[in-house]
T-cell receptor, first 116, second 116 residues
Framework: AQKITQTQPGMFVQEKEAVTLDCTYDTSDQSYGLFWYKQPSSGEMIFLIYQGSYDEQNATEGRYSLNFQKARKSANLVISASQLGDSAMYFCAMVLSSGSARQLTFGSGTQLTVLP | ETGVTQSPTHLIKTRGQQVTLRCSSQSGHNTVSWYQQALGQGPQFIFQYYREEENGRGNFPPRFSGLQFPNYSSELNVNALELDDSALYLC???????????????FGPGTRLTVL
């Protein structure tokens, strides 16, 4: 069974500074994908970034980058130059290549607050 | 391109009643997954429908059931509602599960169910 752990229930960051949100995962599968989603108070899950287990380079999408350390089973999200609109809940999630459904397994989330 | 839509946005039911939630998938997507998100937690996978058949199921009792229609829209039915069923129910559409772990799921805005 797979598991995602997010140990930071809440984080604060000053506007324009960078912040790292932690995510560790546990699986015995060799092929898997890691996702980060943003969930504003409206409730919709917004895809941010993806990292495949066989990707050799860390993923980047604009101000988002994923610090992937496979041996440590960590996939931390780095947000550079934080903006007030970044205040939201952030979820790390994993998909395994085994099994038919490719369902997402989510962590418990980190509430990020960006301070002006 | 039309995104994922869900109805209703909010719903209040009493214990023991039955409820039906609806989801329209994004254009071109033939797979719908349902997730339950209790307050303060990450979403939990309920089940997935692919080409009108259930393609995987999480750890939810049989009173949670679903349907997918030929146009790939989907329903989630919950019978004999319990207080713990109060949650945000998220629907996500994607391409078929055979497309690999990078198969991004696009989420709808969710239906917030309150059971009194």
């Amino acid at each position: 069974a797979q598991k995602i752990t997010q140990t930071q229930p809440g984080m604060f960051v000053q506007e324009k500074e960078a912040v790292t949100l932690d995510c560790t995962y546990d699986t015995s599968d060799q092929s898997y994908g890691l996702f980060w989603y943003k969930q504003p108070s409206s409730g919709e899950m917004i895809f941010l970034i993806y990292q495949g287990s066989y990707d050799e380079q860390n993923a980047t999408e604009g101000r988002y980058s994923l610090n992937f350390q496979k041996a440590r089973k960590s996939a931390n999200l780095v947000i550079s130059a934080s903006q007030l609109g970044d205040s939201a809940m952030y979820f790390c999630a994993m998909v395994l290549s085994s099994g038919s459904a490719r369902q997402l397994t989510f962590g418990s989330g980190t509430q990020l607050t960006v301070l002006p | 391109e039309t995104g994922v839509t869900q109805s209703p946005t909010h719903l209040i039911k009493t214990r023991g009643q039955q409820v039906t939630l609806r989801c329209s998938s994004q254009s071109g997507h033939n797979t719908v997954s349902w997730y339950q998100q209790a307050l303060g937690q990450g979403p939990q996978f309920i089940f997935q429908y692919y080409r009108e058949e259930e393609n995987g199921r999480g750890n939810f009792p049989p009173r949670f059931s679903g349907l997918q229609f030929p146009n790939y829209s989907s329903e989630l039915n919950v019978n004999a509602l319990e207080l713990d069923d109060s949650a945000l129910y998220l629907c996500a559409s994607s391409l078929g599960p055979g497309t690999g772990v990078r198969n991004e799921q696009f989420f709808g805005p969710g239906t917030r169910l309150t059971v009194l």
